[in-house]
T-cell receptor, first 112, second 115 residues
Framework: LAKTTQPISMDSYEGQEVNITCSHNNIATNDYITWYQQFPSQGPRFIIQGYKTKVTNEVASLFIPADRKSSTLSLPRVSLSDTAVYYCLVGSYNTNAGKSTFGDGTTLTVKP | GAVVSQHPSWVICKSGTSVKIECRSLDFQATTMFWYRQFPKQSLMLMATSNEGSKATYEQGVEKDKFLINHASLTLSTLTVTSAHPEDSSFYIC???????????FGQGTRLTVV
């Protein structure tokens, strides 16, 4: 499973756009990139998943360059409730989804 | 959407006793489930893969005789921490693979405190 590198922490203010970048230089051809959010004392929650280019859903966008060696999670107009740890994972799409190597994650703190 | 439910959410037990944690897939079948452990301020660490109808596979360094995993049905996996000690106190989380573009489904976690 590919190793990922993220910033340990980030601070932002309410209403701002937050971009969290993840490096995964050894990503394999069949690996997908998945981002999770975790609040204290809760299990991780799926945010978004992508393979290449750009993916957007109701909560976030995921930007993946052509070489796929990095990805950027974009959270538009964050609020205080977005304060959490965000994990970037890479792995195969189906069977191994869930068998994941979690890196240190990025602790996002949103301030008023 | 698919939900994975863990029970109990928290448990306190005495040192030397055993504790069972249940992980259920509520509206889908999961032939495979995963168990993680998370210590305070740390990331999730994969402990083992639970396979329905067969033995679990454990990650390196995880004692299989201490952390007993049973996956007796397509919707239930259990983790039993045997002869628990204070150092086993942690947050235990299970997950099941998602079938589509939803990544994995994680349970809400179980906070185990051994006193």
């Amino acid at each position: 499973l590919a190793k990922t590198t993220q910033p340990i922490s980030m601070d932002s203010y309410e209403g701002q756009e937050v971009n969290i970048t993840c490096s995964h230089n050894n990503i394999a051809t069949n690996d997908y990139i998945t981002w999770y959010q975790q609040f204290p004392s809760q299990g991780p929650r799926f945010i978004i998943q992508g393979y290449k280019t750009k993916v957007t859903n109701e909560v976030a966008s995921l930007f993946i360059p052509a070489d796929r060696k990095s990805s950027t999670l974009s959270l538009p107009r964050v609020s205080l409730s977005d304060t959490a740890v965000y994990y970037c994972l890479v792995g195969s799409y189906n069977t191994n989804a869930g068998k994941s190597t979690f890196g240190d994650g990025t602790t996002l703190t949103v301030k008023p | 959407g698919a939900v994975v439910s863990q029970h109990p959410s928290w448990v306190i037990c005495k040192s030397g006793t055993s504790v069972k944690i249940e992980c259920r897939s509520l509206d889908f079948q999961a032939t495979t489930m995963f168990w993680y452990r998370q210590f305070p301020k740390q990331s999730l660490m994969l402990m083992a893969t639970s396979n329905e109808g067969s033995k679990a596979t454990y990650e390196q360094g995880v004692e299989k005789d201490k952390f007993l995993i049973n996956h007796a049905s397509l919707t239930l996996s259990t983790l039993t921490v045997t002869s628990a000690h204070p150092e086993d106190s942690s947050f235990y989380i299970c997950s099941a693979p998602g079938g589509g573009r939803d990544g994995a489904f994680f349970g809400q976690g179980t906070r185990l405190t051994v006193v």
